[in-house]
């Protein structure tokens, strides 16, 4: 039997937009909903591309088209990203050493940047403006995170995972934001989109601008859009 990336082929065409309209919020937790808190549609978990299809087509891509992602597809990838995949033992989309999860997952597109809770599926809003080209500032000016109908921000609570794993945990979790960003990468092409990884940036600023709490270290941009 061909392995199947877990994806949907086709997908509903309203826009991402009322995201903006809640205005501004704290990043959520799961175990306090905001008000505000959007509810993503629910992901597909069969059919679409195939894994190797995906893995051959994916390429870095620098060239976006201005056209914003639907809220379908902004749910697939944040579950592909982080999103739970055994609801009872609340085991995610990537491998997390302990299943401690450290990672936070952030979303920055023309309606504000968000905060992807895991437990609820949800994207609790932030703030409502657009800081795309204030997170293409910080990663030193590379202007295609502008051009991007979104970017992927991964962050890392190291605490986490040394708690239980002292002086490794810091590789344990740079282990676990590779398999985020490559689950990232690959829906993105099985959705018909681009999507490239970033790691030149200023720490402080990227935090800045998300706004992140102090014991949020920025790991990862992934800016995604439609190709030109």
Known sequence: MT???????????????????FGCGQPGSPSGRSEAEITLPNPSTSGGMAVA???AKRRSIRNFAGEPLTLEEVSQLAWAAQ???????????APSA?????????????EGVFHYIPDRHSLAPITSKDRRSDLSRA??????IADAALSFVITAVYARTEAKYGGRARMYVH???????????????ALGLGSVPVGAFRDRAVSDVIGLPSDHT?????????PR
């Open 53 to 55: 299809e995906a893995i």
């Open 83 to 93: 999103g739970i995949t055994e609801p009872n033992r609340k085991y995610r989309a």
């Open 3 to 21: 392995a199947r990336l877990l994806v949907v082929g086709i997908l509903t065409p309203p826009a991402l937009m009322l995201l903006g309209a």
């Open 139 to 144: 990663a030193l000016g590379q202007s295609f």
């Open 175 to 189: 282990m676990e934001a590779g398999h985020v960003a490559e689950n990232i990468h690959l829906q993105a092409v």
């Open 218 to 226: 920025p790991l990862y941009i992934i800016p995604v859009g439609h």
């Open 98 to 110: 302990g299943a401690l999860y450290p990672l936070e997952l952030y979303v920055l597109t023309h």
